[in-house]
């Protein structure tokens, strides 16, 4: 059976720092894509940022520079550094596994983690 934890949310100031994780259980961490996406109270779902087996990565225009996704394959956990962190990332961040790349986007697959809030408030 396969489950995707997500941990590291949390409560932070403007400009700080959190660091999220997934750790996925069963046998698919070295199969498709990681994708981080967030969803905020009243607004669509986005992707965050996303990395493949390989390690390439991608990510949101809104993200870049600030935030880092990487992977440890030895511990079956992603990860999402957010640094510089500003009101607007506040939402609900969710892990999915299994994604794919198509055209010219990523698709989620359909293991989903529990999602973890992310609040950046003064």
């Known amino acids: 059976q396969v489950q995707l934890v997500e941990s590291g949310g949390g409560l932070v100031q403007p400009g700080g720092s959190l660091r999220l994780s997934c750790v996925t259980s069963g046998s698919i961490f070295s199969r498709g894509a990681y994708i981080w996406y967030r969803q905020a109270p009243g607004k669509e779902r986005e992707l965050v940022a996303a990395?493949?087996?390989?390690?390439?990565?991608n990510y949101a225009d809104s993200v870049k520079g600030r935030f880092t996704i990487s992977r440890d394959n030895t511990k079956s956990t992603v990860y999402l550094q957010m640094n510089n962190l500003k009101p607007e990332d506040t939402a609900v961040y969710y892990c999915?596994?299994?994604?794919?790349?198509?055209?010219?986007?990523?698709?989620?697959?359909?293991?989903w983690g529990q999602g973890t809030q992310v609040t950046v408030s003064s």
């Open positions: 990395i493949v087996s390989g390690g390439n990565t």
């Open positions: 999915v596994a299994d994604g794919y790349f198509s055209g010219s986007r990523y698709y989620p697959g359909k293991y």
